[in-house]
């Protein structure tokens, strides 16, 4: 393993975090937006109390894991922003109005049950909707090998280089993925976070509904995937064994959610999605874009690997300790009383 | 519109926007941390209750700073990808320590705003204390990368390519030292009176109000000594563009010849092909003397580089003399409160003074934005000076044009939304029946001399 390999690493455990803690939070939104039944209000409440403390900070994930990118492979961000820069800048927009809606929502003067504050709630879930489907197709995208490089493109050559990548079956129903994913995950997390009964079957049978969708759109994007992804993912040594673990995973979240081992189920469903995330890192290892562009010839200077990595075990001092505590004050079960 | 200029416009605009909240996301921490602090010393919870106005204030600024300054980290490569691509192992060590910056501010803030009555007091003001130290640590490692643009350091260019690259000796660039002190400076000013500004407009029409003096009073300790060392600082990042960008400090002044004893230029209309500045005052020798502490000091024109390799010399010049003007107001208000404070006088009452100080409540905001046009587009053609030009690293995606219209519809939108918010806020405030009565006692009333400011 070179140090090229353990930086690409890094950054896809920072993504990784990303998706477990800011994939929830967008999920949380699409909760939002599918709220029903007699404890409608309620269900909103509870979620944008559980998103409120933390999302700044689980947003920041995917800055690091940007950062990182472009300290250390730059020729990798470079062509991710040219020819994935239409649905990035969509990416943008999703990202900007979830985040700003967000407040204007909670914090925008009037109290929370505010009924003229509720179309900032509309926006929030809108955008978090709409943001981890285009998200997910950008990983599509990548994932496919469909960012060889071209060069610029007017005309015909402009749909060929900056569309055809990401508006395609397979790349989509990777975005289908992701917001189901978050969904599923958002849905378990709730679970243990909510104190009220009643809530609590309300947002289970949400999670155990997104968990069996997530089994369709999963085999569905398997089925839609191109024949080199699929080969990978099916045919190489690793696979097997992953896949195994994988469902393993997905069906000790599901009879956790049955049995109602709340906390077993928040385990096994992030396990479930890291794992799938850790799939596609490995099915396309050793390309940081496939299906020219390697680990090894896009990683910058050593040197600047090197300090990058020692950033990186500096931050980290800093920061899990940090992390800890934040989520210790809000998502202890029992609320922490230091008065 | 040319694809270029799209994508210029679209930075410009986004990194105006954003610079508007980083900057109060810098300095609000620091207020708030002051009120609540003497919430603790004193137990008046007129300060308890200023503190939390300020934070209800600040988490929907600090939400818009936070996403609108994901756009940009994107931007980097969505508009510059063969700038990052160059710059990105180079420089890429400040912006990987910011991310560390932004992930303790973010964390920290969640606790300040939702966890006043989760933790003990102490460890709330603590968390305070971690927000306004992460946040000046951010804006700190940001104008580091910048400061690289404009003198960059750390590696060697060998047919194009960056080799021996060196990211430490980068960030120790030349221009990092003044521009990270001037940068953070502009955030406590800008901020101080901003917020200072809009208590004093209400103080105008309520005096005694103790809740708005004593927020008047924080504001000042913040705002007004980062305005009276602001013309200091300057002048240490003019000495230093006088000797590593010569061409941005032409611009600047108008300078269009190179001359010993040159002066200095007040105003006036850079005619840029006539190579003359009409209606201008000017300073003899005062150019040479402020630039190289000498009066007859050579002092670089424009006529130094290739007319092509000019930057845009009529909105250089006029964004600098902004700046300075406002930079100048604000010192002198900055000296007056002093001299006021010194004296032991009642600040609120003196009506001319509250007008002055409600009168500069843009002023700190404007001065930024002017001085960051100097700074930006005072190094174009550049984007990394003398290195690469920015023609040479936008990206090759056509049709520019319609990304910049977009974001630059959503940003006014989102402007006009926070506007509204924080008056709707601050309209709430005056009214308050709790404070109305509440009137200071003569002691520690209106000094800046107290707590560390
Ligand atoms: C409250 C804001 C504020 C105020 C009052 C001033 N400035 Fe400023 N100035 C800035 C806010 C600012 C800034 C926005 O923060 C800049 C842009 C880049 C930077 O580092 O600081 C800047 C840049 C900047 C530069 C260009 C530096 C570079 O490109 O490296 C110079 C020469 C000055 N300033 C000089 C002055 C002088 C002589 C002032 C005298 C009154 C002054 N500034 C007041
Ligand atoms: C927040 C305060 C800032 C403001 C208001 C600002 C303003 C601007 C403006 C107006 C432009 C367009 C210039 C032109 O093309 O004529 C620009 C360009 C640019 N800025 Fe800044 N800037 C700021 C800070 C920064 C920082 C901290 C960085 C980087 C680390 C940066 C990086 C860039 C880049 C890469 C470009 C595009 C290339 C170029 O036009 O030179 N800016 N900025
Ligand atoms: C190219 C230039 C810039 C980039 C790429 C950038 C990037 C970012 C990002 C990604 C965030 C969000 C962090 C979060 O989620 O909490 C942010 C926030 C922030 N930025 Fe910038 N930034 C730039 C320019 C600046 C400048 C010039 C300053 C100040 C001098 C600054 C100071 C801050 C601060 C203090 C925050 C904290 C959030 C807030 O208070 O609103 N940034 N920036």
């Known amino acids: ?339 | 519109m040319s694809d270029l200029l799209a994508a210029r416009s679209q930075m410009g605009i986004s990194l105006a926007f954003h610079i508007v909240f980083a900057v109060i996301g810098i300095a609000m921490p620091l207020m708030m941390v002051i009120a609540e602090r003497r919430w603790q010393v004193t137990g008046h919870d007129i300060y308890l209750d200023l503190a939390k106005r300020w934070a209800k204030g600040t988490a929907t600024l600090f939400a818009v700073g936070a996403v609108s300054g994901t756009v940009l980290s994107f931007e980097l490569g969505l508009l510059w990808p063969r700038f990052m691509e160059f710059a990105g192992p180079i420089i890429g060590m400040p912006f990987s320590l910011e991310g560390f910056a932004f992930f303790t501010e973010a964390i920290f803030l969640g606790i300040y705003l939702y966890g006043w009555d989760r933790i003990s007091p102490r460890a709330h003001l603590w968390a305070g204390v971690g927000v306004a130290v992460s946040g000046a640590a951010s804006g700190i490692f940001v104008v580091i990368a910048n400061a690289w643009m404009n003198a960059p350091a750390g590696f060697e260019l060998v047919d194009g390519r960056a080799v021996n690259v060196d990211p430490i000796a980068a960030m120790g660039n030349a221009a990092a030292v003044s521009q990270t002190i001037h940068m953070t400076l502009a955030a406590y000013a800008a901020t101080g009176f901003a917020v200072a500004g809009i208590h004093a407009l209400l103080l105008l029409r309520d005096p005694a109000n103790a809740f708005h003096r004593r927020a008047l009073q924080i504001a000042l300790i913040v705002g007004a000594p980062a305005a009276v060392l602001q013309p200091l600082s300057g002048d240490l990042s003019a000495r230093h563009i006088a000797v590593h960008q010569p061409v941005k400090l032409a611009a600047a002044e108008a300078a269009f010849a190179t001359q010993a004893g040159a002066p200095l230029t007040l105003g006036g209309w850079p005619d840029v092909d006539a190579r003359a500045t009409r209606f201008a005052v000017e300073i003899p020798y005062a150019l040479s003397l402020l630039a190289f502490h000498d009066p007859h000091a050579v002092v670089k024109g424009l006529d130094a580089v290739p007319r092509d390799d000019w930057p845009n010399v009529p909105a250089v010049h006029l964004s600098f003399q902004l700046m300075v003007v406002l930079g100048t107001y604000l010192a002198v208000v900055s000296l007056w409160v002093g001299w006021l404070a010194w004296r032991r006088r009642d600040l609120a009452h003196n009506r001319w003074l509250m007008r002055a100080v409600a009168f500069a409540t843009p002023m700190g905001f404007i001065a930024v934005e002017a001085g960051w046009m100097v700074t930006e587009l005072g190094r174009q053609p550049w984007v990394i000076y003398g290195v690469l030009r920015t023609s040479d690293a936008v990206t090759p995606m056509p049709g520019l044009v319609v990304p910049f219209l977009a974001f630059t519809l959503l940003y006014c939108f989102l402007g006009v939304i926070v506007v509204w918010l924080l008056y709707r806020q601050i309209l709430q405030s005056p009214t308050m029946p709790e404070w109305r009565g509440f009137y200071m006692p003569a002691k520690g009333r209106g000094t800046g001399k107290e707590e560390g400011a």
């Open chain 1, 1 to 339: 393993m070179t140090l090229a390999d353990l930086v690409a690493g890094i950054i896809f455990l920072a993504l990784n975090a990303y998706a477990l803690l800011g994939g929830a939070d967008f999920g949380g939104g699409v909760w939002d937006l599918l709220a029903t039944g007699p404890r409608k209000e309620r269900q909103r409440e509870v979620i944008a109390e559980a998103i409120g403390p933390v999302w700044e900070a689980n947003h920041v994930w995917l800055i690091l894991a940007l950062v990182l990118l472009f300290t250390c492979f730059p020729p990798a961000f470079a062509r991710l922003g040219t020819l994935l820069h239409i649905p990035l800048s969509l990416v943008l927009f999703g990202i900007v109005l979830r985040g700003s809606a967000f407040t204007f929502w909670r914090y925008g003067g009037g109290g929370h049950g505010d009924p003229g504050q509720r179309h900032w709630g509309v926006v929030f879930a809108v955008a978090s909707l709409i943001t981890p489907l285009l998200l997910g197709t950008t990983v599509g995208a990548i994932a496919s090998g469909g960012l060889a490089d071209r060069g610029a493109g007017t005309g015909g050559a402009f749909y060929a280089a900056y569309v055809a990548p990401w508006l395609n079956p397979f790349a989509l129903s990777v975005g289908v993925f992701a917001l189901v994913a978050f969904a599923f995950l958002a849905a378990v997390y709730l679970t243990v976070e909510v104190e009220e009964p009643e809530l609590r079957e309300d947002f289970r049978r949400r999670a155990l509904a997104s968990g069996v969708a997530l089994f369709g759109v999963a085999l569905s994007a398997l089925l839609l995937s191109p024949a080199a992804v699929r080969g990978a993912l099916v045919f190489a040594s690793w696979a097997v064994p992953l896949h195994l673990l994988t469902g393993a995973a997905a069906v000790t979240a599901l009879a956790a959610l049955c049995y109602r081992h709340w906390r077993l189920a928040r385990a096994a469903a992030a396990v479930q999605v890291s794992l799938i995330l850790w799939g596609w890192a490995l099915s396309q290892r050793p390309y940081i874009l496939p299906p020219d562009l390697t680990v090894a010839a896009a990683a910058g200077p050593p040197a600047t690997l090197r300090l990058a990595l020692a950033a990186l075990v500096l931050g980290a001092v800093v920061l899990l300790p940090s992390l800890y505590y934040l989520f210790r004050v809000f998502k202890a079960g029992e609320r922490p009383s230091l008065e």
